[in-house]
């Protein structure tokens, strides 16, 4: 028998990536700000369309979302679950006043429980959060969209999870999405600034050049996997990123400064020594065959292959959310009292918690120890 479902209030698309329910309008663009009566959601239609299918599954729910952006989902789970109690929370201590305005016109103040200035790493601080706004009611689902980051995301893990109810489910988005790799740089060591090396995160997106500005690192192995992404764009013409990246790249090369960009420079030149690179093929073409392209003249300047930093030690679990994802795999096949189901997709992975009895001393390694 499958359990009751909520029947949502009518949803209309206006736009590929807009929509209206219930007389609210939500966007997903990232860039802009919400305003009164119009948010800004961080998810695209595809995810919109499962993630109302998933919050309206439990009637009368009590649901916990960590990551509230700029107020869209918080929104969005308000009126489509109308949830008995919605613990929404940020690491960003600004209230997001769009949002704030939308409990009070609905007088949802004790329904929609908004907490600002709170890190999903601090243990204590989330505990005293489920304490203060849901105390010991069980919980019957948790969205986590916030860092997604490793060690943030499992301390968050072990401190709620144990509070879900039995069959419960716990969400964790976007664990392997394309800024993994911009994540990933930030949680090695520190090299190149980001200026250097952002505009050729433009195959990323927008959201993503900006943490690679912020953010960017001499890690190979990060390098690595990004520099094959961008050759895999210059190699196909047809690719719509393909006249930006080379433009970028030119552009790159070509700087006066382009000593001064060791880590694009020994890509380059790296890829031009090295058959296996990716880059390979279109690096020795401009080289052969534009000799005056800025790429070339990088190459030529200097044969060294090799201004990068030896690869620094990278504990794949230690940094990764997708190792996460693999210990929460292996705790379900080791305890499937305590995670009784386990399923990962490019959008979430999904826990659905047993019936094993656990207290605040729970965690993810114990389980597989
Ligand atoms: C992807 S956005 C959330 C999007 C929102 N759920 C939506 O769908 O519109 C991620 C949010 O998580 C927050 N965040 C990042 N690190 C965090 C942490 N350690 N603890 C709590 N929130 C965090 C960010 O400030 C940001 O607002």
Redesign the pocket.
């Known amino acids: 028998m499958s359990a009751p479902r909520l029947e949502p209030p009518a949803l209309q698309w206006t736009g590929p990536d807009a929509f209206e329910i219930d007389g609210v309008a939500f966007v997903h663009a990232l860039a802009q700000q919400s305003k009164p009566g119009r948010f ?4 695209p239609r595809q995810l919109v369309e499962r993630y109302i299918d998933t919050v309206t599954t439990v009637p009368d729910a009590t649901i916990v ?10 929104v969005l789970t308000a009126l489509v679950a109308r949830p008995r109690r919605l613990v929404v ?4 201590a600004e209230p997001v006043i769009e949002l704030e305005q939308f409990v009070a016109d609905r007088q949802l103040d004790t329904v929609v429980r908004r907490r600002y200035g ?4 601090d243990r204590a601080q989330v505990a005293a959060l489920l304490d203060e706004e849901i105390g010991e009611a069980p919980i019957d689902l948790v ?1 986590d ?5 490793y060690e ?1 995301t499992l301390a968050s893990f072990e401190v709620i999870f144990p509070r879900l109810a039995v069959g419960g489910r716990y969400l964790i988005e ?1 664990w392997r999405s394309r800024a993994k790799v911009a994540y990933r740089i930030r949680e090695v060591r520190r090299g190149a600034t980001g200026d250097e090396v952002a505009p050729l995160a433009s195959p990323l997106g927008e959201e993503s050049r900006q943490q690679f500005r912020r953010n960017i690192v001499s890690n190979r192995a990060a390098l690595d996997a990004f520099a094959a992404r961008i050759a895999e764009v210059l190699r196909s013409p047809a690719h719509p990123d393909h006249a930006t990246v080379r433009a970028d790249l030119e552009q790159i090369a070509g700087n006066e400064a382009a000593p001064e960009h060791p880590v694009v420079a020994a890509l380059l030149r790296r890829a031009h020594q090295d058959p296996s690179d990716p880059a390979h093929d279109v690096v020795r073409h401009l080289v052969d065959h534009e000799p005056d392209s800025a790429v070339a003249s990088a190459v030529l300047a200097d044969p060294s292959p090799d201004l990068l930093p030896p690869p620094a030690p990278v504990p794949a679990v230690e940094v990764s959310l997708p190792g996460l994802a693999v210990e929460l795999l292996r705790a379900h096949t080791a305890r499937p009292d305590v995670i009784a189901e386990f399923r990962a997709d490019p959008d979430w992975i999904e826990l659905t918690r047993g019936s094993a009895l656990l207290d605040e001393s729970f965690s993810v390694r114990s389980l597989t120890a």
């Open positions: 800004v959601i961080a998810k979302e960590l990551g509230i952006f700029r107020g869209g989902s918080a929370a940020d690491v960003r709170l890190d999903q790493a969205i969209d916030a860092s997604h980051r943030p976007d």
